[in-house]
């Protein structure tokens, strides 16, 4: 073993240092093709100078991992390419960068308008945690544009959107509600979880931030939390303070995954739009089944606006059975190629019932309150070759 030298030491060492300082200093990887995880906490300085100038932003480099890391800013970097902004920061799961993002807009006494369809847990934040942040909030009918218009010009310092929603897939006219949102002086922020910015760019139709949940579509394989904010940079840079000092950073090794992750995101979802598309005109056409919900759809009331500002219908869709609660409890168990799970945009085909999924996080009032039928299935389609997912649902809906 090579004699570590730290800069401050030139005698021997003992052993036990040795173990603490031996080989760092050659540790950084240069000219790996991959990005290296860089797990460490804090950055050293040997020059107060640079150090006060890196803290204080003046310079490039790392500081302290709850604030940035170097695994992290490249997630960060691909995802600000990606979805067509000016800055992006991340957060340790999507809630977290939806916390922080709608944080970093709001003071007390402001005014938000949403819709009731967004996120169980974003639905949650509107309801329950702003409000005693002396924060108002209206939460109007997802379907109804006339309705969400006139409460944006009742005053509205955030508009918040998501489309397609989840679990139902209504879908909001972005390009119109955006203007109508800047209209009244207000940010307006877009959840593109659903879409990922391979189907969607809101950003483009003048989105001043987009959020993402990246544990879905970004990161494809269901094994890492994350979430990104991505636009205006004064907006970005708010949402990261809330961040950085709240403390839901992004992990380096979920940074990693997720890196990992977006190399095959255009692959992925683009074979998740086709399965979804079949499978959806498959349940459509089937006896057992009431109705489907994908914008992909003729029938889908919104799906001409779907296909105006989406290059893609995206790889979610829900279903009802004629049968109801008690034909999914047949149905559902009886799917061999899906994971029955609290979670979508995965590799495999996923499904759950919303009391499971989306809105787990509200009780039966408040689902029933939001309009979110029990007997819905919300199927998230994975990359598996389309014609074996049509034998499967086949064999579950003759079950019934
Ligand atoms: C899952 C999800 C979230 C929350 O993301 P987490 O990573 O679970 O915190 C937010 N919005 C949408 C649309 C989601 O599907």
Known sequence: MTEPTPKHRSTPLDPATVAVWGAEETSMVSGATQVPVVHSVAYGYDDLDEWEAVALGDAPGHIYGRNTNPTVAVFEEKMRLLEHGEAATSAAS????????????????????????????????????????????????????????????GGCDLLYLETPTNPTLKILDLSRLIDAGHRAGSAVVVDNTFATPVNQLPLLLGADLVVHSATKFLGGHADALGGVIVGRPDLVE??????????????????????????????????????????SNYLEAHPKVASVNYPGLDSHPKHEIAAQQMAGFGGMLSFALKGGFDAVKTFLPALRLAHRAANLGSVETTVGVPSTTSHVECSAEERLRLGIPEGLVRYSAGIEKVDDLLVDLEQALDLI
């Not at 003071?107 to 945690?129: C, H, N, Q």
């Not at 005693?132 to 006139?150: K, N, P, Q």
């Open 238 to 279: 708010a949402a990261f303070h809330h961040r950085e000092i709240n403390g839901a950073a992004l992990s380096p090794m979920a940074a990693y995954l997720l890196i990992r992750g977006v190399k095959t995101l255009d692959l992925r979802v683009e074979r998740q739009n086709s399965n979804a598309a079949v499978v």
């Open 94 to 153: 999507g809630m977290a960068a939806i916390s922080s993002a709608i944080h970093g807009v709001l003071r007390p006494g402001d005014r938000v308008v949403s819709v009731k369809d967004t996120y169980g847990g974003t639905s949650l934040l509107f309801t329950e945690f702003l409000p005693a942040l002396g924060i108002e909030v209206d939460l109007v009918d997802t379907t109804d544009h006339d309705a969400i218009e006139r409460s944006i010009q």
